[in-house]
């Protein structure tokens, strides 16, 4: 059985033939039938960058007991930088909460593509600033009032590359509310976002922008982070040539550490490279992931990171070789001949000169393993490991 890498998830082989891999190749089956473990890179308390600090992109750190949810994490006694994200194409993405008690925030977004800014008021349900009279009061012809008691400013809908749109808050802002930007490209296009602020008045604990690290946040970071390395390797044939891959594809989004001259992922780049931007009871994935992986806490995720990550999922051949017998016996105790097994895969997977993909393999075990967790929970994972 053949596997292809994508660019997120892998094409798995194809399940009608498991039963004559299973003596032809033992590697062709990898199996999972255990907890995730843990194994990542741990901080050296001499190199650490202290958690009250600031990490190597100049952005806040949060502390200890919390991870990182935002572009901005906002110090009380305020700052101001820089910070570059993937938009996907023709999509609205959030990005950025402004909390209330923000002073005098000015934000800047540049692209290539066409991008629009707007504010949005979430408790209000309605827009700040929009680009159109009827969405806003401050818009493209009107770029300059007042909401709330707080005076805002709109530079106005720009189109030609290079776009620059912003928006200005003068004063202590009244209200939280929510800075969303549309790509109309049909691409994926990069949002560089400056920004500057005076503070947080009151300062709240923790810092807008982190939540609470609890435990059941990093069970759920463990678990997102063993089936990301498990993507990883079937991928890329080893941890380097994944990080050359992002790096060639995410150049602008890593950061130079120094006189070492070595690179690091920032927290903005790592939603493309992990792939994964769903939630699990309301812990966004790749967010709780980067906290895991950044061992010293410090913001950016180091190659010796990365690494320890990248292997954190462990292929068993034996407990792969018995998961194949145990779905060719499946297989053949349901259908009669290869043919009439193969004609019910085909009902179900779109591309069989590909093979089988990740969401589609969720459905060829239900249907030949019926009552048998063959998805989720440890009993089956289907796909050729690369040889190291």
Not at 160 to 171: C, N, Q
Not at 326 to 352: C, D, G, H, N, Y
């Amino acid at each position: 059985a053949a596997s292809m890498g994508a660019a997120v998830l892998p094409r798995l082989a194809a399940a009608a033939g498991a039963e004559a891999e299973c003596d032809a190749a033992e590697d062709d089956v990898a199996l999972i039938q255990r907890k995730p473990t843990v194994a990542l890179v741990q901080a050296d308390e001499e190199q650490a960058t202290s958690l009250s600090g600031r990490g190597p992109d100049g952005m806040a750190l949060c502390p200890e007991s919390t991870y990182r949810v935002e572009n901005i994490v906002f110090s009380c006694d305020g700052a101001r930088g820089e910070q570059s994200f993937i938009m996907p194409p023709k999509e609205m993405k959030q990005a950025q909460m402004i909390p209330e008690g923000a002073v005098d925030l000015k934000v800047r977004i540049e692209a290539t593509v066409d991008v629009d800014v707007f504010l949005y008021d979430k408790k209000e349900r309605t827009y700040v600033v929009h680009y159109s009279s009827s969405k806003a009061r401050i818009n493209d012809g009107n770029r300059k009032g007042e909401y709330k008691g707080v005076p805002v400013a709109f530079s106005g809908d720009d189109r030609e590359s290079p776009v620059s749109e912003s928006v200005d808050l003068e004063g202590r802002l009244t209200f939280e509310c929510v800075l969303r930007l549309q790509n109309y490209a049909e691409i994926e296009a990069q949002a560089n976002m400056t920004y500057s602020y005076r503070g947080v008045q009151p300062c709240p604990n923790p810092p807008p922008g982190c939540e609470e690290y609890t435990p059941e946040v990093r069970a759920i970071a463990e678990r997102a982070v063993w089936e990301w390395s498990w993507r990883m390797q079937v991928i890329h044939a080893s941890s380097s040539a994944a990080w050359e891959s992002h790096q060639a594809r995410y150049a602008a989004l890593f950061i130079n550490l120094g006189k070492s001259g070595d690179l690091a992922i920032k927290w903005s780049a790592f939603m493309p490279i992990f792939g994964d931007p769903s939630e699990v009871d309301g812990v966004n994935l790749w967010m709780a992931a980067f906290r895991l992986i950044d061992a010293d806490a410090n913001g950016v995720i180091t190659f010796n990171e990365y690494n320890a990550s990248h292997s954190m999922w462990m292929y068993d051949e034996e407990k792969a070789r018995q998961s194949c017998l145990m779905l060719s016996m499946s297989i053949q105790a349901k259908e009669a001949s290869f043919e009439l097994a193969w004609a019910a895969v085909l009902a179900i997977i779109k591309t069989p000169n590909l093979g089988i993909s990740w969401e589609e393999w969720e459905k060829i075990c239900a249907l030949f393993m019926p009552g048998v967790d063959a998805w989720r929970g440890g009993v089956i994972f289907v796909a050729p490991p690369r040889k190291r």
